[in-house]
């Protein structure tokens, strides 16, 4: 069962209390596996015009209310601060949203801790501070439903005007939607209160809406501060953007280094993600992997960590349990249910083979695009990249940073608890580089067209 008809078994239409006809669906419906989409990035020039392909676009947008339908393509769109600011929106309105959206994501790189080769100097042209207005993003079940879906989205792009196109990018998965090093990607995703789909056998409990959409109640029982006026905020949520350049041969390179054959390299790989490739769970495939598992959104995602506190099974420091410790003990204490994220990321790129080898990354365009949504984005990255990520005190392993996205502006460690030792595996560099991104905000359908209509004006 993929994840699309998953969904569509669990939902109910009776028990979803939110909006879901004014929420963009790509905020709540999952991509298809297999999927193939389009990343682009819009630049307004002319605050007119922007609107115009604002309000052209939305209508071709759809809504989070029909999960079970069978879309062959939809589309989202997210604006930063600046082209919120470049399509005429209200001082007002642009002084109400959050300070590091505000400043966005570059302007917020030392709170990223993007230096070194991450840093904003480094990054891409059409994410260069203040370029990326307009985030467009459509993903399909084919090549065929993509096509005509950018033919219709760039027939509105060739209708308007005062909008300059600066980047495009075309990404895509198999069915096993794996992810440049060759694992199943974006397995974990919360349940969310009220949009009428029940959690998964095993998942914890769903997550308070306000947690994701803005205007509902959050965890702490009051929703959090929303933009200005209502009818620009309700609905909407935050994205975090960021593109990353897959060194999937160093990773290789790593592994080969330090396990002598095949199984064991397939085995450190695993224990740096905290899943075989398949997608199957150290904790319930302990010794080898197990596609029929892996491949089971009903069983795939039904674990904890309750059963082994000293990471025997699965390393604190991997990759999935750095990033969701679930139930996990926590030497710094934190509520993990306020940094749960809805992910959207999409690869792209030559798949995964044990063949390549560091000498290819250079000329490889091969790599992701991290992207989630959350009412709390922009806290979340920041605590994530400053704690979670780039440090290890959380878990009490000081400054060992995550193993697959980590920065390693030094050749960094892996740990491995062991009995009676632990094993430290040395030599761990950067294996995703930023190439750029931006902090951006998803408005609900009806402000979509409230920003295209100039609602502001009365």
Known sequence: MGILSDLAARFRRDRATLALDDIQALILRSRPEPYVGLHAMLHVDEAAGGRDLVRRLAPHIPAAADWTGELEAWTGVAISHTGLAALGVPEASLASFPVAFRQGMAGRAEQLRDVGENAPAHWEDAFRPGTCHIALTI?????????????????????SHGVTLVGTHRFGADVDAKNPFGFRDSISQPTVAGSGVEPQPGQERAIAAGEFILGENSETGAPLAMPEPAALGRNGSFVVLRKYQSRVGAFNDFVRAHAPEPA?????????????????????????????????????????????????????????????????????????????????????????????????????????????????????????????????????????RDPVVGLHEAPGTFTIPASPVRRRVDGVTTFNRLRGGEYMFMPSLSALRWIGDAGWQG
């Open 139 to 159: 993903y399909a079940r084919d090549d065929a439903a993509l096509d005509a879906a950018i033919g219709r989205a760039m027939g509105e792009f060739d209708r």
């Open 264 to 400: 064991a390299q397939e085995r450190l790989a695993a224990q740096m993600v905290g899943r075989w490739r398949s997608g199957a769970p150290l904790p319930l495939a302990p010794e080898h992997d197990d596609p029929a598992l892996g491949g089971d959104p009903r069983r795939n995602n039904a674990f904890d960590f309750a059963g082994d506190p000293r990471g025997l099974v699965c390393p604190h420091a991997s990759h999935m349990r750095r990033l969701n410790p679930r139930d996990g003990q926590l030497t710094i204490l934190t509520d993990v249910n306020i940094h749960r994220i809805i992910r959207r990321s999409s690869t792209f790129g030559p798949k995964w083979s044990a063949d390549v080898t560091a000498d290819d990354d250079a000329a490889a365009d091969r790599g992701i695009y991290f992207i989630f949504i959350s009412a709390r984005a922009y806290d979340t990255i920041e605590f994530l990249q400053q704690e979670w990520i780039n440090r290890g005190n959380f878990i009490d392993l000081g400054e060992e």
